[in-house]
């Protein structure tokens, strides 16, 4: 039977922390936090981790060049991409070094590229520079020829966006955090000192809350403070991916001139060699609903079409979307309630998985400057994560790993059962999933779901019914 706590050691009668929210802001919040010698527990609601607002995104590592200047956002994004950089080797986190251009295909949004580049040099991304058009065509020959220049942005990259997180927290857990999943945080009181927070089925206790519970952010603040210092607006992406085919037709990340209100439709590779292009943006009451609905999907396989006209013909492999956590402001919403002994972290909407490792910083500075201090670990383990990138050395070319389960995505059946123990099990279908691949092929599972099925009985809250693998 699955259970849902996670830690090697015995658990605290009070925590040092306590995060609420296991998407990839959570996991690098635990990561900080048990690095510096803190005890933390991170509380999920959910049967795994990242299932909210982190299982829908772009998987894209920004510089922070079109970041709004001095700002946190920039701030946490540049911190966040450098330190990504300095340990993604340590965990086997792939890096997909593509380079980006933001095109123009008119004369007014050709007219607005200085203003970019300006943007981008103030903010300190200073290698940012203007290519015409057959700079354009030699950097990506398959684009459109009614590009007519672009601003080059050399740092931008592509990386994994589940192992970065699950790297994160297996390193938290390994080094004393827990994480409890299937477990909602329904009352809390604080006496002072400490929090007493109710579960449905216990109290858990702890000195300071760190709020990182993305799409119900604002409603976990409101229940446990009384009021809540933001409001989460929920915005929908929806996505469309190539087939693994379509990666040969492009290079860099191609995105659009952005407006007001968007940063516009991507097309860009993914770190599992198909090419992804979205997202939407739609604003909506819903903070569940990630549907698709066929004329959107429709739309953003024409604009990629548009863009890179080679694509006319290559199947769609998937379809998905996510829910950003924007909220009535653009900016983060990172504040500390000192008296409280509680730490929100909300609003961090598209930037999140490049910022992580930098908001979890910034966070831990904010608790520090309230007089808090631990001893930090003076040579923490490192986990390893799957390698499931493309260009990585995949396990289906090792021995020993039991043969192919799922041929499309080319995963093992060690992987699978890998994947199903150790510090971060996976709880769910979906979970499994952005572990290992497993049935986001171009068969979305139609073939390897009767294995799937015998091989995690037991160890998923609810057992994969053969037919249904794919959402």
């Known amino acids: 039977m699955c259970h849902n706590e996670f830690g090697k050691e015995s658990s605290p009668e009070v925590y040092d922390i306590i995060i609420v929210g296991a998407g990839v802001i959570g996991c690098a919040m635990a990561r900080r936090f048990t690095l510096e010698g803190a005890t933390v527990l991170i509380v999920e609601k959910g049967d795994d981790i990242l299932g909210g607002a982190s299982k829908g995104n772009s998987a894209l590592l920004h510089t922070g060049f079109d ?77 459109s020829q009614n590009a007519r220049a672009a601003a080059w942005i050399p740092g931008e990259y592509v990386i994994d966006p589940w192992s970065a997180p699950l790297a994160y927290l297996t390193q938290a857990i390994e080094n004393g955090a827990h994480l409890k999943l299937s477990t909602e945080i329904r009352h809390g009181e604080f006496d002072g000192a400490v929090w007493q927070l109710q579960t449905g089925e ?3 206790k702890c000195r300071t809350v760190i709020n990182c519970a993305g799409l119900y952010g604002d409603i976990l603040e409101e229940d446990l403070l009384g009021k809540s210092s933001f409001e989460i607006r929920p915005r929908k992406g929806q996505f469309v991916v190539f087939d693994k085919i379509a990666s040969k037709l492009m ?172 510090p971060v099990a996976a709880h769910t279908l979906e979970g499994l999933k952005r572990r290992t691949r497993a049935t986001m092929g171009r068969c979305q599972g139609f073939y390897c779901t009767a294995r799937l099925s015998e091989i995690t009985q037991g160890h998923l809250v609810q057992p994969i019914a053969i037919g249904k693998c794919h959402e």
Not at 262 to 268: A, D, I, L, P
Not at 312 to 323: E, K, L, N, R, S
């Open 67 to 143: 970041a709004p200047p001095n700002s946190l956002e920039l701030s946490c994004m540049q911190k966040g991409y450098q330190e990504y950089l300095e340990i993604h080797s340590r965990f086997q986190l792939p890096v997909l070094k593509t380079g980006a251009m933001v095109v123009a295909w008119t004369e007014q949004e050709e007219q607005q590229l200085p203003q970019i580049i300006e943007k981008a040099h103030a903010n300190g991304v200073t290698d940012v520079r203007l290519i015409d058009t057959r700079e354009v065509r030699r950097l990506e020959p398959g684009l």
């Open 251 to 422: 290079n860099a990340i191609i995105l659009p001139v952005p407006t007001p209100f968007t940063k516009g439709v991507v097309v860009c590779q993914t770190i599992f060699g198909n090419v992804l292009v979205g997202p939407t943006a739609e604003e909506q009451d819903s903070r569940d609903d990630a549907s698709v609905d066929t004329e959107t999907l429709k739309k953003l396989q024409q604009t990629a079409i548009k863009i890179i006209p080679a694509l006319q013909g290559v199947p769609i492999t998937a379809t998905y979307a996510g829910i950003r956590t924007a909220s009535e402001e653009k900016h983060y919403r990172i504040s500390v309630h000192e008296n409280k002994h509680w730490i929100t972290v909300g609003g961090i909407r598209s930037t999140g998985l490049t910022a992580a490792l930098g908001i979890a910083s910034h966070v831990y500075e904010l608790y520090s400057e309230t007089g808090q201090r631990h001893k930090s670990i003076p040579e923490p383990f490192y986990p390893v994560v799957p390698a499931l990138a493309e260009t990585a050395i995949r396990d289906y070319t090792q021995p020993g790993n039991r043969g192919i389960v799922c041929h499309c995505e080319l995963v093992t059946e060690r992987e699978i059962a890998n994947a199903l123990t150790g």
């Open 202 to 204: 216990e109290t858990i």
